[in-house]
């Protein structure tokens, strides 16, 4: 569960990303602060793992409340969701090591993919002793040598996170439930199965039937051997 504070100073704009956050799961909303001093005061007092920020706070700005946070929590992570376009202000953020910078008005679609992308980052960060370079292009922003596999990825199947089932399903000896795989990669059954069906449809996957001692039989998903 990633713990998210909202440090917004308009109230209403605050409570419609915190709506967002809660169409996502593995999120929990730990508070909302109206001012800087607020905001300190819960890295402080929680223990918290994002923090959407806004720069132009009534007390001090957002770029000026990033160093005091990181000396509380220097594992801290941060996304800047602000009106402010100056060169500045966008560049001192950046030099500052966010994670993402979305400008306001944020649409929900958005939103949603910005902290998917971290909860997928942090997964991988978290998970693994040593980072492939196929993570730090995606990363990065590095999508040329990807582009081929972009085109042939279909509509709705993101390639890092396919990359991330399938070294899952490369690990898992014994099968996994769509379930069990959402769980793993922090995201819904539904979204979890879509990804599996998929490589089901490119060879790679097959579904067999489970039963249990009680209930409906369930579809567990195994690795296709390659045979030499």
């Known amino acids: 569960m990633i713990s998210v504070v909202i440090a917004e100073d308009d109230f209403r704009v605050a409570g419609i990303h915190e709506k967002f956050l809660s169409e996502i799961p593995g999120i929990n909303l730990v508070g909302k602060a109206l001012n800087g001093s607020d905001t300190i005061q819960l890295i402080r007092d929680k223990k918290v793992d994002l923090v959407l920020l806004d720069i132009y706070m009534p007390d001090m700005l957002g770029?000026?409340?990033?160093?005091?946070m990181r000396i509380m929590n220097p594992g801290l992570d941060i996304i800047m969701i602000s009106a402010a376009t100056e060169k500045q202000m966008v560049e001192e953020s950046i030099k500052s090591?966010?994670?993402?910078?979305?400008?306001?008005?944020?649409?929900?679609?958005?939103?949603?993919?910005?902290?998917?992308?971290?909860?997928?980052?942090?997964k991988t960060f978290d998970d693994k002793q040593e980072i492939d370079q196929s993570f730090l292009?995606?990363?990065?922003?590095?999508?040329?040598?990807?582009?081929?596999?972009?085109?042939?990825?279909?509509?709705?199947?993101?390639?890092?996170?396919?990359?991330?089932?399938?070294?899952i399903m490369h690990q898992t000896s014994t099968g996994i439930t769509a379930e069990e795989m959402g769980k793993k990669i922090g995201a819904s059954r539904t979204t979890?199965?879509?990804?599996?069906?998929?490589?089901?449809?490119?060879?790679?996957?097959k579904a067999e039937l489970e039963?249990?001692?009680?209930g409906r039989p369930e579809r567990k998903?195994?690795?296709?051997?390659?045979?030499?």
């Open 192 to 205: 979890a199965r879509r990804y599996l069906e998929y490589l089901i449809s490119v060879g790679e996957v």
């Open 63 to 68: 770029t000026e409340l990033i160093s005091e």
């Open 97 to 122: 090591g966010i994670f993402d910078y979305v400008i306001k008005p944020v649409e929900m679609k958005r939103f949603i993919a910005t902290i998917e992308r971290y909860k997928r980052t942090k």
């Open 137 to 167: 292009d995606a990363y990065f922003g590095h999508t040329e040598q990807n582009d081929q596999t972009e085109k042939t990825t279909p509509k709705g199947i993101d390639p890092l996170t396919l990359k991330n089932i399938r070294e």
């Open 221 to 228: 998903y195994i690795i296709v051997k390659k045979t030499s």
């Open 211 to 214: 039963y249990g001692i009680v």
